[in-house]
């Protein structure tokens, strides 16, 4: 008998990478990069002062090495990789490890039910039993959550958004489905002369207005509350759906953009941005899996490619459409009424 | 505000690793590759083969090719990869999914308790109440998830024991903890003048005996029953330790390699294969994970270095030892007595 020709490890990897991202979860929640972000420590003191017991420690700071989430020097003393520093401080603006606590208290569990999702065609969260969003907003450590979460993403987005769009042909925008307001607080900060704000279930309002005091930008972006199925969108030259379309249906994410279109300006612009599928649908795991969490997660929500964006920001009315790719994973799409 | 130069991209993959992984298990419980092995499908017939609904399918099977599990035609036929087709086919003596479910049943729930397995030092799965594998023994589901699980790890390490060890020269061999006999199974099936069998707890037995049956073996591989903590080891030529000391803190991995030396005759040799970790403990992403996988499972069990090994087995008496790699994450050390 000879050794095998083909290996495994492809598939072995795929089995394996829960327990990478479950690593990861943990450290965040622990404290680990943030614990680092003020010098490197060797095992005895960051096991300390995570606390965490003697057994797992080494394991767990080595897996993190070995995940090159963290570096081990000679000297035995454990410190953040630039990315880890960058994005996972809890102290600094650019932290995104909300999105994975998100993921770590929501994502994860109810991916545990993915098998029954996709028999029943059913989401396999809260929507069960009713509108997902209005469950998420009545409680309020699952809000403080996924508003955190919201706002990881949108960090994640802003950079592209603020250089990709002519944003001094504008004066005034609205981000629809805010959560904290993370991305209008990142436009701001970029462009002095905007002024705006965001439009999201009242139950928000308290966490963006805070966020935006605390960033400094209260005077210039202010709360709108209403629910976008039901209200009229608030007036701006500039609408900003992001991450919103995928969580429902064709008819409402078509509803939506005809809504922005009738709130908007002539001339006015809508930008929407989302993990986009490539159009041939073989390439885009995120984006696929994204759409995978939309059925677990909500009663109709899909992702979708440019072209299908594309064609429906065309039934809505826009014109001058283009798509610009903010990271590797992020897309937005760009329209004129 | 400029674009940031450090791409996130490192850390938002790992956290959303776990996606993948579940689109796997769910693939393999739905019995996709098993389907697929007969020949290509239309979306429509594979959705209609594997049982689910429409809502999810075409997202389900696009995100199993984005991830190179699965091939989509020009033809828009869905089709095995060949590393799919060789390893995830149940019909298939390669067939490893059985790992695969187990990781999708016990590891990936009991993962989620990642956190507080850290924060308390205790294992957080079936052993918090006592002794993992005599409750696992216990449950006639969980022992067949468990057993299957075994047979497939074993599958992936045998063909390198088989190339790599000087079987010509020993007659007999006994593989302790063997589960159902996946490895002499191969080890039978490469070598004809080989007998021997497996040692495992006796709820074991009936599963040993029908795979050796159904795999044409009955006459060479016999089932021994006992305790490897309290009862004494087999006699043979050769004794293999496989994925069993990893369970087990260091007072049981010495007695257990001291039980296998005592048991042995002159010369007789004894092979221990784990995913070891590298003596730097820096870079196998798989063993340092699998060993808080120990952490999370057993009350002391760990993985260790192949440097830790040859010392302890140094300390049981074993002489010309020397260690070889089986697969990219397996390695085998082998003492002689």
């Not at 309020?140 to 002519?166: C, D, K, N, Q, W």
């Not at 609205?174 to 436009?187: A, H, N, R, W, Y």
């Not at 005809?258 to 001339?267: F, H, V």
């Not at 989302?274 to 899909?302: H, P, W, Y």
């Amino acid at each position: 008998m000879q050794k095998t020709m083909i290996p495994p490890d492809h598939i072995t990897q795929i089995g394996k990478a829960f327990r990478a991202s479950k690593a990861l979860f943990s450290a965040v929640e622990l404290g680990v990069f943030t614990a680092l972000a003020s010098g490197p420590r060797d095992l005895a003191a960051l096991q300390a002062e995570i606390g965490i017991a003697e057994r797992g420690a080494r394991d767990f700071f080595d897996s993190l090495v070995a995940l090159k989430l963290l570096q081990r020097d000679e000297d035995e003393r454990y410190r953040n990789t630039p990315e880890s520093d960058h994005y996972l401080d809890r102290e600094k603006p650019t932290y995104i490890g909300g999105e994975l606590d998100h993921f770590n208290k929501r994502g994860y569990p109810h991916w545990h039910s993915l098998t029954t999702a996709l028999k029943t065609g059913k989401p396999q969260s809260l929507a069960k039993a009713g509108n997902y969003f209005s469950d998420v907003y009545s409680d309020v450590s699952v809000l403080e959550t996924y508003t955190e979460g919201m706002t990881s993403g949108a960090r994640l987005a802003a950079p592209g958004i603020i250089a990709h769009f002519p944003w001094n042909r504008y004066r005034t925008f609205i981000d629809v489905g805010t959560s904290q307001g993370g991305l209008p607080v990142e436009i701001a900060r970029a462009y002095p002369h905007l002024t705006g704000g965001g439009f999201d279930l009242p139950p928000v309002r308290p966490r963006f207005e805070r966020y935006v005091e605390r960033n400094g930008f209260f005077d210039r972006l202010r709360f709108h509350a209403g629910d976008f199925l039901s209200d009229p969108l608030p007036e701006a030259e500039v609408l900003i759906i992001g991450r919103v379309l995928h969580n429902w249906d064709l008819n409402t994410k078509r509803m939506l953009l005809k809504k922005a279109y009738n709130s908007l300006p002539a001339r006015g612009a809508l930008i929407v941005y989302e993990r986009m599928i490539d159009d041939q649908r073989k390439a885009t795991v995120s984006s696929l899996l994204a759409s995978l969490n939309m059925l677990i997660m909500t009663e109709g929500g899909f992702d979708y490619t440019a072209a299908d964006l594309i064609n429906w920001m065309t039934e809505a009315g826009f014109r001058d459409l283009h798509i610009e790719s903010l990271t590797s994973e992020l897309s937005m799409a760009v329209g004129i009424k």
